[in-house]
């Protein structure tokens, strides 16, 4: 039951883009084709489960265990920076056409808040929705994680979507571009916000 209560409060109730407003700039910039959002997210959902195993790991084991802990900030961020060349060196060997299509937001990923905040809640135990202390473990960590990015994918499909949707309809001038898109991302958000009850 609680690893169903992670699952669903990752995705739907605490959503990482539409419920904590991390990840926002990659969220509006890649979401024009639903083709590119969906690379995009594939790619956010390796780097944040990857980097929140190897950031639970690198604070439990050298960070807590030395007293460093006030370098959590500037470890993670330097590990999620290693993560995303990896990431893009591999997108350019497997997908040339998607490393094209991501262009400039792929090395954003090294600064999209997102995947830093779900490391820093993992190791400040901030999804734990409940659980007792002692069943926070590595598991639920890394289960947590790739929950969030699966919900940070949802959004941006659904988002990219509609944008695809918009750019076939009349909208009026002072509406077009980014004011749409801003209006579409507050009523999804608002359509998420229905989930709250459930977890």
Do not use: D
């Not at 990752?10 to 639903?34: D, E, H, M, R, T």
């Not at 490393?99 to 808040?113: K, M």
């Not at 949802?154 to 077009?176: D, Q, T, Y």
Request: glycine share 8%; charged share 10%; net charge positive.
């Amino acid at each position: 039951m609680e690893i169903l209560l992670i699952i669903v409060s990752a995705i739907f109730v605490n959503n990482i883009v539409l419920a904590q407003f991390l990840g926002i700039c990659p969220y509006l910039g890649v979401s024009n084709k639903l083709s590119t959002a969906s690379g995009m997210s594939l790619a956010v959902c390796f780097v944040i489960t990857l980097s929140t195993l190897v950031t639970y790991l690198l604070n439990k084991y050298l960070l807590v265990r030395f007293g460093l802990e006030f370098l959590q900030t500037i470890a993670f961020i330097l590990v999620i920076a290693a993560l995303v060349q990896m990431v893009e060196i591999v997108l350019k060997k497997v997908s040339p056409s998607l490393y094209q299509a991501l262009g400039i937001f792929l090395p954003l990923i090294t600064t999209n808040c997102a995947v830093l905040g779900v490391a820093i809640n993992v190791v400040t135990k901030e999804f734990t929705f409940g659980l007792p202390s002692h069943m926070l473990g590595l598991g639920e960590a890394v289960l947590y994680a790739f929950a969030t990015s699966l919900g940070y994918g949802l959004a941006m499909v659904i988002f990219a979507g509609l944008r695809e949707h918009l750019s076939l309809c009349e909208v009026p001038k002072p509406f077009r571009g980014v004011p749409i898109a801003l209006v579409t991302v507050g009523i999804l958000a608002m359509a998420f916000m229905g989930f709250s009850g459930i977890a």
